[in-house]
Nanobody, 123 residues
Framework: QVQLVESGVGLVQPGGSLRLSCAASRFTLDYYAIGWFRQAPGKEREGVSCINSSDGSTSYADSVKGRFTISRDNAKNTIYLQMNSLKPEDTAVYYC????????????????WGNGTLVTVSS
């Protein structure tokens, strides 16, 4: 069974940093576009970032541009989301997801989802 597992649960102070990981089992991540999404309490899920399979191009939501960086390590079959200058409004459950459509633009439907990991930004 295909699995995506996020890690990096954390309580971080405003202005702090955290790196989330998304590890895949039973499939190879570099054949998929990978997206990070988040859902804050009482809000709809939103896309945060995405990385192409084909050329490694990345895209970001305006709210995180310049603060978050998505990257992939194909040798480890893992995708990362480095989050810097965190704000309280970044508090959410973060999910990674994989799409067989290997490009992020236009936003593709996601075929596989992780269970999510909670990030809390608070002093």
């Amino acid at each position: 069974q295909v699995q995506l597992v996020e890690s990096g649960v954390g309580l971080v102070q405003p202005g702090g940093s955290l790196r989330l990981s998304c590890a895949a089992s039973r499939f190879t991540l570099d054949y998929y576009a990978i997206g990070w999404f988040r859902q804050a309490p009482g809000k709809e899920r939103e896309g945060v970032s995405c990385i192409n399979s084909s050329d490694g191009s990345t895209s970001y939501a305006d709210s995180v541009k310049g603060r978050f960086t998505i990257s992939r390590d194909n040798a480890k079959n893992t995708i990362y989301l480095q989050m810097n200058s965190l704000k309280p409004e970044d508090t959410a459950v973060y999910y990674c997801a994989a799409s067989v459509f290997r490009r992020c633009v236009p936003p593709p439907p996601m075929n596989y989802w992780g269970n999510g990991t909670l990030v809390t930004v608070s002093s």
